[in-house]
Nanobody, 124 residues
Framework: QVQLVESGGGLVQPGGSLRLSCAAS????????MGWYRQAPGKERELVAA???????NYVDSVKGRFTISRPNAKNTVYLQMNSLKPEDTAVYYCNAELVYSVYSGSYYTGNFWGQGTQVNVSS
């Protein structure tokens, strides 16, 4: 009933930029927060950046000053602008949303949803 679809990954040289997009669709009533996680080979998934419905943001220390998360007009799309990319940023990036959704019965539930992931490779 809810889908998150990511786009924008790819191969970029060190120092380059990429912008990831994630669009949420379905029977969404309200989005409480959206975020980006990443998982590199052999490592645990980590939170990269998150944004609340009140537009508060937080970032993992390793990306502060280089990455920017945004959700223009509080719509159902979140972006991650990644600048000054480093090889250590190479990972699969996943979109996440905590939201309230409705079901056919008219009830509302809070759930946590994930996108399918998009690969980011930073290499020369």
């Amino acid at each position: 009933q809810v889908q998150l679809v990511e786009s924008g990954g790819g191969l970029v040289q060190p120092g380059g930029s990429l912008r990831l997009s994630c669009a949420a669709s379905g029977s969404i009533y309200k989005i409480n927060a959206m975020g980006w996680y990443r998982q590199a080979p052999g490592k645990e998934r980590e939170l990269v950046a998150a944004i609340t419905s009140g537009a508060s943001t937080n970032y993992v220390d390793s990306v502060k000053g280089r990455f920017t998360i945004s959700r223009p007009n509080a719509k159902n799309t979140v972006y991650l602008q990644m600048n000054s990319l480093k090889p250590e940023d190479t990972a699969v990036y996943y979109c996440n949303a905590e939201l309230v959704y409705s079901v056919y019965s008219g009830s509302y539930y809070t759930g946590n949803f994930w996108g399918q992931g998009t690969q980011v490779n930073v290499s020369s």
